[in-house]
Every structure is written in structure tokens, then in C-alpha cells.
């Protein structure tokens, strides 16, 4: 399988330094991602994506490739252990992909992108990426996430 890029838009009501925290601070993101994100967020440092049920698991891993406040995150992305194994990867090709996620201030709101390239195209963020970027949207713009975990599992309806 050839590696692809996946992109994704979204806008949410809130302040692009209000977004930035959304996606950094660890107990944000264990509200609307069920994971902290966990790092010291500068260009070299590693980050770990670690499931916040309190079971200390990783499920992805990387480096810290930019980060410039309020403004873009880039860093590796690398499925670990049992959720490389769900996601069903081949090793042989599995090297680390490549995320990118630009803040583009509008005012009050702002503009998010996600950019993931290097991503096989089976690979379960490509469902993922709009369920969590929903979810940050929702518990921003209303202090709530959306209902239960089904979210995550939706699955889009086919084109007629």
C-alpha cells in the first residue's frame, strides 16, 4: 500500500490560544480524546499520545518536529503496541507519519487544519481526525463533549 495524505478543516468558536491549550494541555485533551497528549512541546522533543484511563498505555508516539504557538503543531505520528496491531499495519511499511495542524486566527473563532501524510490508507486516523477535531469543537464552543463513546466509532454512510 502507497502512503496518502489525509486533510481536514474544521472552524470552531473559540480563540486560536484557546485551541493551541486544546490540543496541548493533557487534561484538556483526556476530556475530548480520552488520551493526554503529553509532552514538553518544542521542536526535538518526544510526545506520547497515553490513554487517560488511568492505565498508563501509549498508543502513539513521535517527535515534536514545530511547534509555534497559537499557530502550528508538526510532529511525527507512530501507532504503538495494541493499537498498531487494531489498526491493522504492516510493519514492513508502517514508519512514522508526519501530522501537521495549523490554527488560523478568524477574530473571535478560528480556522483548524489537520494535514496527516505518510498515512496508509487503512489506517483508522482517517476516521479519526474529524470524530476528535468534532469532539475539541464541541467541548470548546459548549464545556460538554459530545454524548457517550460512540462518537469514535461512526462510521461514515456510503455515497449514493
Not at 504492516?90 to 514508519?95: N, P, V
Not at 488560523?104 to 487503512?122: F, I, R, S
Amino acid at each position: 500500500m502507497q502512503p496518502t495524505t489525509f486533510h481536514y478543516t474544521i472552524f470552531i468558536a473559540a480563540k486560536a490560544s484557546t485551541v493551541w491549550n486544546g490540543l496541548r494541555d493533557p487534561e484538556v485533551t483526556s476530556k475530548y480524546w480520552g488520551h493526554h497528549n503529553v509532552s514538553d512541546w518544542f521542536a526535538g522533543a518526544d510526545w506520547s499520545h497515553v490513554r487517560s484511563d488511568g492505565s498508563g498505555v501509549e498508543d502513539a508516539s513521535g517527535k515534536v518536529l514545530e511547534c509555534r504557538e497559537n499557530q502550528k503543531l508538526r510532529l511525527t505520528w507512530r501507532f504503538l503496541g495494541e493499537a498498531h496491531e487494531k489498526a491493522n499495519l504492516d510493519l514492513s511499511h508502517d514508519g512514522p507519519s508526519e501530522v501537521t495542524i495549523t490554527l488560523t486566527a478568524l477574530g473571535p473563532d478560528c480556522k483548524l487544519d489537520v494535514q496527516h501524510t505518510g498515512l496508509l490508507p487503512d489506517a483508522p486516523t482517517r476516521e479519526g481526525w474529524p470524530a476528535v477535531f468534532s469532539n475539541l469543537k464541541t467541548y470548546l464552543e459548549t464545556g460538554k463533549t459530545l454524548s457517550d463513546d460512540q462518537w469514535g466509532d461512526a462510521k461514515p454512510t456510503p455515497e449514493d
